[in-house]
């Protein structure tokens, strides 16, 4: 991987990224292919895509742990006071025996620039005894000493693999404020990888959706919205103005359409008996999700 300096307009910059495995017992198998986006400065990149997407696979190439077999990854410039990139992984390795107060000097060790007030910070915000050895905390308790360490490094890119998964609904929402108030005050980008797409909205400035190894969706998130429409009206098998169907349902007497509009296209209205319905990022996620799953399947038969 040749790694070149971005833009300051982007924290990092990925061109014609791919990754082979290769195995003699099971064959070889590309789990990335061609993905070329970039990361917008000071934002929080959502990570979609279903099980086996290549997600985890992306994060890791981009944390440096997993070299990638195609492509270029350029990091922007960092702030003086910054490490480049924290990853915090899906098992979110701890030491067991260390208490949270000893993985913080793991993390104050490691790191060319620690800021421990912030890791602290982070603890004592949501309830985390400093003395407890890791493994004696809960799986959500475990993910936040993991968050402070991470946070408590400064990065100028947070990347986090399904960072909500062990957290209780409450929990996700401050965790995801918290990160929100920490990109507000650091300027960080951040990119997750979620399958909780009903709490992106409001979260996620960016959204990335992988695809069997290819990036189907980079858009600006609000972008997304705009160039959505949701028509709902009488059984037919067409919307009621052009664009690009991305999922298309029926019942006896009516016909829904998702449809992708382009940003240049002028605001069409639509005529009576047809509604438009307003959609949501969770709605779009969903609905590309599905339309993926239904071309896959078709592949197959
Ligand atoms: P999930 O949502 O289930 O965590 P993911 O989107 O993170 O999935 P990856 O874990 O990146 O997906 O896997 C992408 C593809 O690469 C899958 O087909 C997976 O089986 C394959 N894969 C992952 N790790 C390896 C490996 N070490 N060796 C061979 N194939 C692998």
């Known amino acids: 991987m040749t790694e070149e300096t971005a833009t300051d307009e982007f924290a990092l910059q990925v061109s014609g990224l791919g990754k082979e495995y290769r195995s003699r017992l099971r064959g070889n198998n590309w789990a990335l292919r ?14 979609v895509g279903a099980n086996g997407a290549g997600k985890t696979t992306l994060l890791s190439i981009l944390a440096g742990l ?3 077999s195609d492509g270029i990854v350029r990091l922007g410039g960092t702030q003086a006071e910054s490490n ?3 990853f915090v992984a899906q098992d979110k390795p701890l030491y067991r025996h260390f208490s949270v107060r000893d993985m913080l000097k793991v993390g104050e060790r490691l790191n060319r620039v620690w800021d421990d007030e912030r890791a602290k910070r982070w603890l004592r915000r949501f309830d985390i005894p400093l003395d407890r050895p890791c493994g004696r905390l809960s799986g959500g308790q475990q993910a936040h000493v993991a968050f402070a360490v991470a ?3 400064r990065p ?9 998964s062990n957290l209780d609904p409450l929990a996700r929402r401050d965790v995801t404020q918290e990160l929100l108030g920490e990109v507000a005050d650091t300027g960080m980008t951040v990119l997750l990888s979620t399958h909780v797409v009903a709490e992106l909205g409001g979260v996620a400035d960016h959204l990335l959706l992988l695809s069997r190894g290819t990036l189907l969706v980079d858009s600006d998130a609000d972008d997304l919205l705009i160039e959505h429409i ?3 009206g009488p059984r037919a098998s067409e919307p009621p103005c052009g664009g690009e169907i991305v999922k298309a349902s029926h019942s006896k007497s009516q016909s829904s359409f998702l449809v992708r509009v382009s940003p240049t296209d002028e605001p069409t209205s639509v005529e009576a008996p047809w509604t438009t319905r307003p959609v949501s990022l969770e709605d779009l996620v ?11 399947a078709a592949v197959a038969a």
């Open 34 to 47: 061609d993905c070329t986006f970039s990361l917008p400065t000071g934002r929080v990149v959502a990570l």
């Open 66 to 68: 997993l070299a990638p």
């Open 84 to 86: 480049r990139i924290s």
């Open 151 to 153: 946070v408590g490094a």
């Open 156 to 164: 100028s890119v947070l990347l986090l693999d399904e960072p909500l």
């Open 230 to 232: 949701y028509y709902v």
């Open 286 to 296: 969903i609905a590309y999700l599905e339309s993926d799953r239904a071309s896959a």
